[in-house]
C-alpha cells in the first residue's frame, strides 16, 4: 500500500519500495518545435496551380527509467534523443486556396486544399 506522502521524492521512494521485482517507473518529456513553409501559384477552379512547400522538425526526448531487479536494487536509466527531420513537398491544387493575408500578387497567409492537409496530417502521424 502507498502512503499518502506530501513531496515528490517521497512518493517515488515509496512507489520504488513498493515495485515488483523487474517491473519498471518511467518518466519521460518531449519537446518539439515544427517549421512550415510553402510558396504556391493559385489557380482558377479546375484550372490547377503549383504547390512546393517545406517542413523540419526536432524533437528532444529526455526519459528516465528506474527499475527494480531481482535482488532488490534499483537501476537508473536515463536516455536523451534528439531527432531532426524535413521534408519537400510538391504539388498541384485545384485553384480552391483561400486567401486570407496578400499584399498585390504576394499571398502571406492562405488556406490550402483538403489534399495538403491530409499529406501534412500523414506526415506528423509517421514522425
Not at 518531449?30 to 504547390?51: M, T
Not at 501534412?120 to 509517421?126: E, H, N, Q, R, V
Amino acid at each position: 500500500m502507498i502512503n499518502k506522502e506530501k513531496t515528490c521524492s517521497k512518493k517515488i521512494s515509496n512507489l520504488l519500495q513498493n515495485l515488483a521485482e523487474k517491473d519498471a517507473i518511467l518518466l519521460s518529456k518531449e519537446s518539439e518545435f515544427s517549421l512550415f513553409f510553402s510558396v504556391l501559384q493559385s489557380g482558377i477552379p479546375f484550372h490547377p496551380g503549383w504547390f512546393a512547400g517545406a517542413m523540419l522538425s526536432i524533437t528532444k526526448t529526455h526519459c528516465l527509467t528506474l527499475t527494480k531487479s531481482e535482488t532488490g536494487n534499483i537501476k537508473l536509466a536515463f536516455t536523451r534523443k534528439k531527432k531532426t527531420s524535413s521534408s519537400l513537398l510538391l504539388g498541384t491544387g485545384q485553384g480552391l486556396e483561400s486567401k486570407l493575408l496578400y499584399r498585390g500578387s504576394v499571398d502571406f497567409l492562405s488556406i490550402m486544399p483538403f489534399e495538403e492537409n491530409i499529406i501534412l496530417s500523414i506526415y506528423k502521424i509517421k514522425s
